[in-house]
T-cell receptor, first 106, second 116 residues
Framework: KNEVEQSPQNLTAQEGEFITINCSYS?????LHWLQQHPGGGIVSLFM???GKKKHGRLIATINIQEKHSSLHITASHPRDSAVYIC????????FGEGTQLTVNP | GAVVSQHPSRVICKSGTSVKIECRSL??????MFWYRQFPKQSLMLMAT?????????EQGVEKDKFLINHASLTLSTLTVTSAHPEDSSFYIC????????????FGSGTRLTVV
């Protein structure tokens, strides 16, 4: 069992749909990160959270420390949201999930 | 915000040659740099951690003599793949913590290495 597990592995949605990606972890953490990786490979840090909920534009990230679970939500999804979304947990060192490939069709 | 500039973005080299990848922190001091490798359809695998002014710490199974890491200054860390072979072909990406105790990270844009 991986220390950080994401679901689903692949997700296809229609433009405008509400999207949820889940992450469960078993490692001890100081923070949980959500990252976005585009086809070219570059990685952007979306969120770092240790409790509660954060929102940035159409993206919302939540974490439940007791249940060791985090979710990334995308509201009103758009084709430009198509990317791999990666959950990473840890403190000074990160353990990465295997990523969720999101495809949003127009 | 904090930026890590990684070069080159893409390199093709012949077997047996060496390739150097640079990561520079542009507007902050990176005392630590993490180097990752990523195979297609897989997640990031930590190769080593470089610290300015001291020897890098390598993960189990990563050959120190093959993947030379130098962290000569607070703004520059380099990874040199020595005597490259086709199996070294991969995506390499660096990352530096930017948040101090808050553990924020910024990532380089990655280097796609192809060894022919």
């Amino acid at each position: 069992k991986n220390e950080v597990e994401q679901s689903p592995q692949n997700l296809t949605a229609q433009e405008g749909e509400f999207i949820t990606i889940n992450c469960s972890y078993s490692v001890g953490i100081s923070a949980l990160h959500w990252l976005q990786q585009h086809p070219g490979g570059g990685i952007v840090s979306l969120f770092m959270l240790s409790s509660g909920k954060k929102k940035h534009g159409r993206l919302i990230a939540t974490i439940n420390i007791q249940e060791k679970h985090s979710s990334l939500h995308i509201t009103a999804s758009h084709p430009r949201d198509s990317a791999v979304y990666i959950c990473a947990a840890g403190g000074s060192r990160l353990t990465f999930g295997e990523g969720t490939q999101l495809t949003v069709n127009p | 915000g904090a930026v890590v500039s990684q070069h080159p973005s893409r390199v093709i080299c012949k077997s047996g040659t060496s390739v150097k990848i640079e990561c520079r922190s542009l507007d902050f001091q990176a005392t630590t740099m993490f180097w990752y490798r990523q195979f297609p359809k897989q997640s990031l695998m930590l190769m080593a951690t470089s610290n300015e002014g001291s020897k890098a710490t390598y993960e189990q199974g990563v050959e120190k003599d093959k993947f030379l890491i130098n962290h000569a200054s607070l703004t520059l860390s380099t990874l040199t793949v020595t005597s490259a072979h086709p199996e070294d072909s991969s995506f390499y990406i660096c990352s530096a913590p930017t948040g101090g105790a808050s553990y924020g990270y910024t990532f380089g844009s990655g280097t796609r290495l192809t060894v022919v």
